[in-house]
């Protein structure tokens, strides 16, 4: 095996979705393909947005949190490519020509995966933190220099940086806020907590530590966390490919992995405490939208009378959605269901990537910024939240 193949191919155990560097000034991007996990543990090097579009589109990275995050570290180092590079340089001079190479990079983005909002709104803030770079220029009277190319490239891995760590540090707060409103009932907290989650919410769909499965973390190191179960999550199997991994090199007590179909029995039989899964997007009125099968899974905790929480970075929220029905569900080819049920070729499929949990089936929505919970007449006011939240 070359050196090179040594380095791509490296110990499970280690738990990096990406790996990110700026050896000499220049920002190096790799990501891991996660739909070769856990049989192994590939890099594939992201040098420009075309691949950074590519990986996300192929779900080769996946987990709205870090599609956010891959996209803008991807448009960073494309920043620094040749090609990108003689274009800046020739329109240095000229402030509304440099943004708009950015921008058209950035809406080019956007066209990766429609359902999940943190990808928006990322791109969204990071544009922001460019203007405020011109701004700032034009204020420190340096505006004179004519370099705007530079401002907008050092102002995109700044923030793109900054994003990076920041996601960390959110998904650790998530975790925290998550055990602290599952532990709120005493006679849970001394048995400890039996959870329930779909599709892969850890490390693997985030910069590092996860939501939902960042709830169960924090759990576990309260030593509260008595068992966990992880849905498969046809037809892409994150559950039983990413979550299982993790639960497993975590060591956490109790980690099963059970069908989809077996939610219901698992409830009815062995009891469950709650249901914490992750959000691609969460609506003003609470609807959330995430991977096909949260809203079967939340029909069946409803009916056991399971609190069913969502556990999202506050980006997730999108107060300009008033509900559900205005979500874009983003629906993937019928061959990828195909090969992975080795169905006749012959039959149609329709394979939704995401459902939406209606409002009424959610206990709580947690966030970094603490838990959204129900009014008294039992709807939740997302948008309060985030105006009290917002800078």
Not at 261 to 288: E, H, I, P, W, Y
Request: with cysteine.
């Amino acid at each position: 095996m070359s050196e090179e193949s040594a380095q791509k191919k490296q110990k499970m155990s280690n738990l990096e979705s990406l790996q990110y560097s700026k050896e000499g000034g220049v920002p190096k991007l790799s990501v891991l393909d996660q739909l070769l996990v856990p049989k192994e543990k590939v890099y594939i090097p992201v040098p420009d947005v075309e691949v950074a579009w590519s990986v996300i589109r192929k779900m080769q990275i996946r987990g709205a949190p870090l599609i956010a995050i891959v996209a803008c570290l991807g448009l960073a180092v494309d920043l620094h490519t040749e090609k990108t590079t003689s274009e800046l340089e020739k329109a240095k001079e000229k402030k509304d020509e440099v943004v708009g190479i950015v921008q058209k990079k950035m809406d080019y983005l956007r066209t990766s995966r429609p359902t999940a909002v943190n990808l928006f709104n990322a791109l969204e803030e990071l544009l922001n933190a460019v203007n405020k770079a011109l701004v700032d220029k034009a204020s420190n009277g340096s505006d004179g220099e004519k370099n705007y190319s530079k401002v907008v490239v050092d102002a995109v891995v700044e923030y793109a940086e900054f994003m990076l760590k920041r996601d960390v540090a959110d998904n650790k707060a998530i975790g925290d806020h998550g055990a602290d409103a599952l532990l709120s009932d005493p006679e849970k907290a001394k048995q400890g907590i039996r959870l329930v989650t779909i599709c892969n919410t850890g490390s693997l769909a985030t910069a590092g530590y996860g939501t939902a499965l960042g709830v169960a973390r924090s759990l576990q190191q309260r030593g509260k966390l008595k068992s966990i179960h992880a849905l498969e999550t046809r037809p892409y199997n994150q559950g039983s490919r990413l979550t299982a991994f993790e639960i497993v090199e975590e060591g956490m007590p109790e980690g099963t992995l059970i069908c989809d179909s077996a939610a219901a029995a698992l409830m009815k039989t062995k009891g469950v405490d709650a249901c914490v899964v992750g959000a691609d997007r969460c609506c003003a009125n609470g609807d959330t939208a995430n991977k096909i099968g949260t809203y079967m899974l939340a029909c069946v905790a409803k009916a056991h009378d399971v609190p069913f929480y969502i556990a999202s970075p506050f980006t997730t929220l999108d107060t300009k959605l008033k509900s559900g029905d205005e979500i874009e569900i983003e629906e993937r080819s019928g061959e990828e269901l195909r090969d992975t049920s080795n169905a006749p070729k012959a039959i149609s499929c329709w394979n939704p990537a995401f459902d939406v949990t209606p409002a009424a089936m959610i206990t709580g929505i947690i966030t970094e910024k603490g838990v959204i919970e129900k009014s008294q007449d039992g709807t939740f006011d997302v948008v309060g939240f985030v105006k009290k939240h917002s800078k």
